[in-house]
T-cell receptor, first 113, second 114 residues
Framework: KAGVTQTPRYLIKTRGQQVTLSCSPI?????VSWYQQTPGQGLQFLFE???????NKGNFPGRFSGRQFSNSRSEMNVSTLELGDSALYLC????????????FGEGSWLTVV | AQTVTQSQPEMSVQEAETVTLSCTYD???????LFWYKQPPSRQMILVIR??????QNATENRFSVNFQKAAKSFSLKISDSQLGDAAMYFC???????????FGAGTRLFVKA
């Protein structure tokens, strides 16, 4: 079974621009969650989607948004990028019967200059 | 709000020896899940072990075992017969039942000496 796939893997953006990151979950997984990892803040939960509905949301400004499609693929968007948004963005997926275990992708490295 | 604390930023162990990584958490829930994830230099997060709070028996996975003390809200990871491939960042994590919001500790970097 293919793992969680995130694209793009690496990208550089300029302050003020917006970015969209994509995540394809493991086949059959309906829950997709997103995390931001930075050296200073560690791993922080962004949001979680299930059946196209956002079920949980972390403490991030409204510039961070996401969505999930009917095939469970998910995208997250960050508008008006700031230097502090530079981070590794990790997507994770989970099946219904996993006991809350989440399976991570390799992440998307975002650098804002 | 739930919190997860890892008080050891770095740990070091000799190859073939045993090491224990510490984790404490805070929650008012009675049923939840606890995890240890490993993040090697590739940054790919890998599940090491999972514990369900309602189970008194400590989880084990080959060389990895946990010491789950529910009353003390403590969840330590023991790695036996340490191998060079165990060198990584280890994250302790918590998740409520009924949702997939996982809260991570700050991580412990484990070095394994040959």
């Amino acid at each position: 079974k293919a793992g969680v796939t995130q694209t793009p893997r690496y990208l550089i953006k300029t302050r003020g621009q917006q970015v969209t990151l994509s995540c394809s979950p493991i086949s059959g997984h309906r829950s997709v969650s997103w995390y931001q990892q930075t050296p200073g803040q560690g791993l922080q939960f962004l949001f979680e989607y299930f059946s196209e509905t956002q079920r949980n949301k972390g403490n991030f400004p409204g510039r961070f948004s996401g969505r999930q499609f009917s095939n469970s693929r998910s995208e997250m968007n960050v508008s008006t990028l700031e230097l502090g948004d530079s981070a590794l963005y990790l997507c994770a997926s989970s099946p219904m019967d996993s006991g809350n275990t989440i399976y991570f992708g390799e992440g998307s490295w975002l650098t804002v200059v | 709000a739930q919190t997860v604390t890892q008080s050891q930023p770095e740990m070091s162990v000799q190859e073939a020896e045993t090491v224990t990584l510490s984790c404490t958490y805070d929650t008012s829930e009675s049923d939840y899940y606890l995890f240890w994830y490993k993040q090697p230099p590739s940054r790919q997060m890998i599940l090491v072990i999972r514990q369900e709070a309602y189970k008194q028996q400590n989880a084990t996975e080959n060389r990895f075992s946990v010491n789950f003390q529910k009353a003390a809200k403590s969840f330590s990871l023991k790695i036996s017969d340490s191998q060079l491939g165990d060198a990584a960042m280890y994250f302790c994590a918590y998740s409520n039942t009924g949702g997939f919001k996982t809260i991570f500790g700050a991580g412990t970097r484990l070095f394994v000496k040959a």
